[in-house]
Every structure is written in structure tokens, then in C-alpha cells.
């Protein structure tokens, strides 16, 4: 058995990897020093398996999000990780998708990655989704304010999608670093990691996955449980509720068991004073709720159910505000089906995306199945070139646009009252069937296309400092595109206890910038020394300065304390103390890019004020690498670093010293 792991980075890459070393118990080999293409033999007792790493999506002569869509996926947004295998003629696989999250999974953020997974699900793509559960949220001195979860009806929409289409569309949730020792014990009989790991070796070896996704099931419903249970108001179902709302299979099914059981939930949406929109938007949400419509099941998403015995009463609304539209009067008014309501703010004040909302259209349709119909209302102020192409040609808004993606492709109305809009409301049936397809995934084999990028670069620093403590080396972030900066990390090298600061700023409050790789080097008792690391594919790319600004964002965010740690094989923990973990240390700056030549190094340095450059001159596998290394006085020591780093990688890379 062959394996490759098609990630949106190497981390997403690893994390994959590592989930698959640990469905097998086994351990990893390395069998290649390539930078830029890692290679693992996973060994348990014999060699299992061959695994390649292809880290970034759509850059190795293949693209699967173009593929999928070949195969009839309704958007073209591409998971964390795709995990392949080669068949008998070379080709790949398609055999398991996996999603990891580690941002809060609270608020609008809980619905971003619902797109992706019925993509998946559609597609009849094994689908995972891991997530962690105690986060918690800081204010602007990253103080603790409170742990934050996702409204039940997210991980619902994952169990109901799993149930009505039978296939594996799960969440597997596991403790963030910051949880409390109450919510572990509160949360710890719908922690899944390890039966996860069942269900991955089912999979790759297309065995029985009846036990391990029952079990799945039976979590992601008791999590469910809990959290309605949790919140404040009455504003979702409750306890064994759910269970009966998951049984029905159909969505006719559904919506006729919500008419009998949730009376007492019926559907509000506040307006936000920060979003610009029409009187008339303001009158027909206002309306609209005086309908009392129904909720799916928690009242405060902004989903909400028109029932057939509402459809007309709803049509003549429509009518009375918008007396012009007479196209979505007569779709509404001839509707057989329920309908759901999806309202779509879509856009910042600034007309940009709102890059959440994209989740909301998947989240519906996840809930709900395709005998439902689906209006999606978008109010909020997009460019008004936007709007000028909605009139024109409205699936031409979905070639480039993730939001618009969702909205065209798995919407059966759009309506569009937006304050931006030079052309007033606009109306787009679409008409298309809906269903799924269940075949076989192959693709032609990924293989370099040797255009190199930031991607090759991140892999490259994480390969080269990663899983070297021996060493005196940790690598406390590394943040390829892609990444989602959920943490750094710092390390007692004499305890081996790891200290971590969570939910990260962008940019400090005093201007400093966020680094793409924090690397730790504890060059004896008295000294540590950070390096704060910029990644870019053009040398050209990197800012003024920049040195300076990447030293302010660690040394400002080391004046702060961690927020969880964990001692060796322990759990992680809050951390309680009152004084920092980090003793007397040193931060140096330093940036990486793609070589071009010797002139764009010097110039840089001196350009962005910096420590020391790693220039990567990457090359065809068959041949070593080349890492150009410039340093001043006070990173000298690197030289002789890197060269014993190098000598791992033999074959790999060698060092050129500028």
C-alpha cells in the first residue's frame, strides 16, 4: 500500500501523517532528504506503508478541488488534508478527507468549514473533522474571558448529514490546551481521538466501520446534548430532542417533526447597526419575523423555515415590498416544497467578504437534505461591481468567489437587497438538479512541477527544525499559508514542559508583526534565543523593517503569560501562575524566500534591518538543495547550526555561506 497526503501545508500535511501513524500504533521513517517532498516508511514490526507529503494544494501538476468538481461537487473549496492511495495503474485514490480546526469553534466560525464538508459528503468522500473543545477567549491584554463553543446545531448538521446520506461525515473533538479540569471531566465521554483512530485504519483498509462510526455518532450526539444543555436561554432543543430531530431522515421528515415539537422556538434575527442596508430589507426582515417562523432548532442562527402552510402568506409579503420582482413573487408563490430561509450579511462594511458566511448556505443544506428548497437573501454591501455582474451573469460571481460558490451552488432562489446596489433588488432562480455522486475518485499521480513558492520555503524551515530537541532546537510555531496561528509554543528544555500562548494576534498592539516560524534555540543555561522568522516567496515581498517588527511581536507577546501548559507526557492545563516561564532570552529576526541571487540577499538584510536570511535555491529531487545563509555578528552561531542540521539531510540539501 501506497500513500500520499495532498495538504493545504505541510503542517495540515503532518497532522494527517501523524493521525495515520497513530491509527497503525507504528512508527515513522524517513526515506528521502528531499526539502521539499518529505517521504515516510510507517513501520510496525514490518513496513506498512509508503507515505509521500505534497504540501499546498493545486501546485503538483494536479488539482483536486478541479477534480471534484469534475466528479459534481457543488463547490470548489479544497479540505485540510486529502489522503490518497495509488492503485494497481499508478493513478490516485481519493479515499479520506480531514479538516482540523483550532480557532474557536464559537460564533460565526463554527459554520466556515461546513461548505467543505458536504463537498465531501456529496461526493461520498469520507470526511473527519477535528476540532477542540475549552477554548477560550481573550481580550485585548489577553486576559481569559471565557471558554467559547459552537451552537449545537454545527456538529448537529454534521451527525444529520452522516445519518440521512450514510456516509461518513463526522466530528472528532478533543480538549484545547486552555480547557478547565471541570469542562475535561464535563467533555471527556465525547472526546473521539482514539476511536478516530479505528475508524482511519478501517478506511484505509476498506474494513468494517459500522462499531467505530456508531460510537462517533453516539459522541457527536451527546456533545450536542451538552452544550444546548449549557446555554443560558432557551434557544435550541434540548436533551433527547435531538435524538428524535436526528432520526428523521428525510427533509420533509424533519420539518414536519420540528411543526409538532418546537413551537416554543420560534425564529428571531437581530440587525446589525454596523451593516448599511435598505429601508426596504429593514421591513421585509422586520415582516418576515412577524410570521413567527419556525426555527431549525436553535432560534438564533440565521436559518430559519417557512412551512407550506406559510408559503403564501410569506409570497404575498414578498409581493407587497417588492412589487416589481415579480419573478421571485411567482417562485415563491408556486413552491411545493418547504422553504429555508438563509440570511446572508456576506460582506464587511467595506464591501470585502465575510469570509464565515460562506459555511451558512452548507450548514442549511447539511441540515436538510436536498427535498427542502433553499432562499438565500444577501443584504450586506458588497462593491457595487458586484452587483452589476449579479444582473449580468450570476454564476460568473461563483468562478473565483468562495461565498458566491456556496450561495450559486447550492441555493435554489437567491434574493439581493443590497444598500450598495444600483440596480435595487435582484432576484436569481436556479435551476439545476440536486443529488449526490457515489464513485470511485481517480486522478492522474501529483508530481513536482518544480515552480517553487512560500509553500516550499515553510516546508522546508519546518522540515530542517522540526523534531530536533537533541539538538537544543524547538520549533514553537510554524505558520505555512494556510495555517490558522493557533499558537506558540515554549519549551523547559531541563523539564521538557511546554508552555503555550493561544489565539494570536495578526499584529501587536504596539505594531509588531506576527512571524510565519518561531524557532527556539537554547544555546546553554544562561542564554535562549528566538528566532522570529518572516517566510516569502519573492524576497521582494518582505516589508521595511521588518525585523524589527517581527522581534516586537514575540518580545511583547512574551511580557504576557501562557495561557495552558503541559509537562512531559501530561495533559494540558491552564496556566495559574503568576510569573512568566521564560527566563532571561534573545530574539533575533530573520527572513527566508526563494533564491534568486547573492545582490537580493545583501539588499534585503540590510533592507529589513535583519539578524540572518535563509535564501532556499530548491532543485529537482534528484539533486541537493541549496540553502543560502547570510547571518551579522549576533546569529553567527547558526552557521555551524544549520551545518550539523544539514548533515542529517545529506542528500537533501547542502549550506552556502554569504
Known amino acids: 500500500m501506497k500513500l500520499r497526503i495532498h495538504g493545504d501545508n505541510i503542517i495540515e500535511c503532518e497532522r494527517a501523517l501523524e493521525l495515520i501513524n497513530a491509527a ?236 409538532k415539537n418546537t413551537e416554543h422556538l420560534i425564529w428571531k434575527k437581530k440587525q446589525s447597526d454596523k451593516v448599511n442596508v435598505t429601508s426596504s430589507f429593514k421591513r421585509f426582515l422586520a415582516e418576515t419575523q412577524e410570521l413567527n417562523c419556525m426555527s431549525v432548532g436553535a432560534s438564533e442562527i440565521p436559518i430559519c423555515l417557512i412551512t407550506n402552510n406559510k408559503i403564501k402568506a410569506f409570497s404575498e409579503l414578498v409581493k407587497n415590498i417588492y412589487p416589481t420582482q415579480k419573478a421571485f413573487h411567482k417562485a415563491i408563490e408556486n413552491s411545493e416544497k418547504p422553504l429555508l430561509i438563509v440570511w446572508i450579511t456576506g460582506f464587511k462594511p467595506r464591501g470585502d467578504d465575510s469570509r464565515p458566511d460562506r459555511g451558512l448556505v452548507p450548514l442549511a443544506r447539511m441540515l436538510f ?55 435595487g433588488a435582484l432576484f436569481h432562480m436556479i435551476e439545476k438538479k440536486r443529488g449526490r455522486r457515489n464513485k470511485n475518485i481517480i486522478f492522474p499521480p501529483a508530481s ?56 494570536l494576534p495578526r499584529v501587536s498592539l504596539v505594531g509588531g508583526k506576527r512571524p510565519d516560524h518561531v524557532i527556539q534555540v537554547f544555546k546553554d543555561s544562561k542564554e535562549v534565543i528566538f528566532l522570529s522568522i518572516e517566510s516569502k516567496n519573492k524576497a521582494s515581498d518582505l516589508g521595511d523593517k521588518i525585523g524589527e517588527r517581527l522581534k516586537t511581536y514575540v518580545k511583547e507577546l512574551f511580557k504576557t503569560l501562557p495561557i495552558a501548559h503541559k509537562k512531559l507526557h501530561g495533559n494540558w492545563q491552564l496556566y495559574e501562575g503568576k510569573k512568566s516561564p521564560i527566563g532571561k532570552f534573545k530574539i533575533l529576526s530573520g527572513a527566508a524566500f526563494c533564491f534568486h541571487n547573492e545582490d537580493e540577499i545583501r539588499t534585503q538584510m540590510k533592507r529589513g534591518k535583519l539578524d540572518f536570511i535563509f535564501s532556499f535555491e530548491f532543485k529537482p529531487e534528484s539533486e541537493p538543495s541549496i540553502l543560502h545563509l547570510k547571518t551579522n555578528s549576533k546569529s553567527k552561531f547558526l552557521i555551524a547550526l544549520l551545518r550539523d542540521i544539514c548533515e542529517q539531510f545529506a542528500s537533501g540539501v547542502k549550506i552556502e555561506i554569504h
Open 448 to 503: 513536482p512541477s518544480y515552480q517553487f513558492s512560500e509553500q516550499d520555503t515553510d516546508t522546508a524551515i519546518h522540515i530542517l527544525f522540526s523534531k530536533q530537541i537533541s539538538m537544543g532546537i524547538f520549533e514553537g510555531m510554524c505558520n505555512p499559508p494556510g495555517g490558522d496561528w493557533s499558537g506558540v509554543s515554549v519549551l523547559n528544555f531541563n523539564s521538557l514542559e511546554e508552555y503555550r500562548w493561544t489565539s
Open 24 to 259: 497503525y500504533e507504528g512508527e515513522l521513517k524517513r526515506v528521502d532528504n528531499c526539502l521539499y517532498l518529505p517521504k515516510f516508511e510507517l513501520i510496525n514490526k514490518k513496513v506498512i506503508t509508503q507515505i509521500e507529503l505534497f504540501a499546498g494544494h493545486d501546485r503538483w501538476n494536479i488539482s483536486i478541488a478541479k477534480v471534484l468538481s469534475e466528479y459534481g461537487a457543488p463547490l470548489r473549496e479544497a479540505t485540510d488534508a486529502y489522503i490518497t492511495k495509488l492503485n494497481a495503474e499508478g493513478k490516485e485514490q481519493l479515499i479520506l478527507a480531514v479538516e482540523f480546526c483550532n480557532a474557536l469553534p464559537a460564533g460565526n466560525n463554527a459554520w466556515q468549514r461546513n461548505g467543505r464538508a458536504i463537498t465531501c459528503a456529496k461526493l461520498g468522500i469520507p470526511y473527519l473533522y477535528f476540532a477542540e473543545l475549552g477554548g477560550v477567549e481573550l481580550d485585548a491584554n489577553r486576559t481569559i474571558k471565557a471558554p467559547r463553543f459552537p451552537n449545537p446545531i454545527v456538529p448537529f448538521s454534521y451527525l444529520s448529514t452522516s445519518n440521512s446520506m450514510k456516509v461518513i461525515c463526522l466530528p472528532v473533538y478533543e480538549s484545547h490546551p486552555a480547557i478547565t479540569p471541570t469542562l475535561r471531566e464535563k467533555f471527556t465521554p465525547v472526546f473521539g481521538l482514539e476511536e478516530s483512530f479505528y475508524l482511519i485504519k478501517s478506511i484505509l483498509e476498506g474494513g468494517d466501520i459500522a462499531l467505530t462510526f456508531n460510537k462517533l455518532l453516539a459522541k457527536g450526539t451527546e456533545l450536542v446534548k451538552i452544550l444546548s444543555e449549557n446555554r443560558r436561554r432557551v434557544d435550541t432543543l434540548k436533551g433527547d430532542e435531538w435524538e428524535a430531530f436526528l432520526k428523521q431522515k428525510k427533509g420533509t421528515q424533519k420539518v414536519n417533526w420540528l411543526s
Open 369 to 423: 437534505g436536498d427535498d427542502v428548497n433553499i432562499l438565500s437573501i444577501v443584504f450586506g454591501p458588497a462593491k457595487s461591481k458586484t452587483w452589476e455582474t449579479f444582473k449580468e451573469n450570476p454564476h460568473q460571481l461563483s468562478v473565483d468567489n468562495g461565498l458566491w460558490q456556496a450561495v450559486m451552488g447550492l441555493s435554489n432562489f437567491i434574493f439581493a437587497d443590497s444598500a450598495t446596489s444600483d440596480y
